[in-house]
Nanobody, 124 residues
Framework: QVQLVESGGGLVQAGGSLRLTCAAS????????MGWFRQAPGKEREFVGG????????RYADSVKGRFTISRDNAKSTVYLQMNSLKPEDTAVYYC?????????????????WGQGTQVTVSS
């Protein structure tokens, strides 16, 4: 079993930055692809970005490309989401997820383990 715990959410003004952290339990972390998703009220959960097990392949949703950066530290079993130039439309609960097959899919159904989520609110 894998447990994922997100932290770093909060309230920020438009144009500001936040760094989300996802800490994972389990020694197999380094073999997992990891993804970040978000869900705004009344909307479906959407893919934000994903990183392969090695960090060699990274994908972003078009809506965050150029503003958000994903990274991982396998020695610390941690994945990060640096969010810059935040906009009010980035307001959502952000989740990290683990894809044990390592494919790094953009489809939430391909992810096996999920964190509890952290709220990000961007004021205008």
């Amino acid at each position: 079993q894998v447990q994922l715990v997100e932290s770093g959410g909060g309230l920020v003004q438009a144009g500001g930055s936040l760094r989300l952290t996802c800490a994972a339990s389990g020694r197999a972390f380094k073999s997992f692809a990891m993804g970040w998703f978000r869900q705004a009220p009344g909307k479906e959960r959407e893919f934000v970005g994903g990183i392969s097990w090695s960090g060699g392949t990274i994908r972003y949703a078009d809506s965050v490309k150029g503003r958000f950066t994903i990274s991982r530290d396998n020695a610390k079993s941690t994945v990060y989401l640096q969010m810059n130039s935040l906009k009010p439309e980035d307001t959502a609960v952000y989740y990290c997820a683990a894809d044990v097959l390592g494919g790094g899919s953009t489809d939430s159904q391909d992810y096996n383990f999920w964190g509890q989520g952290t709220q990000v609110t961007v004021s205008s």
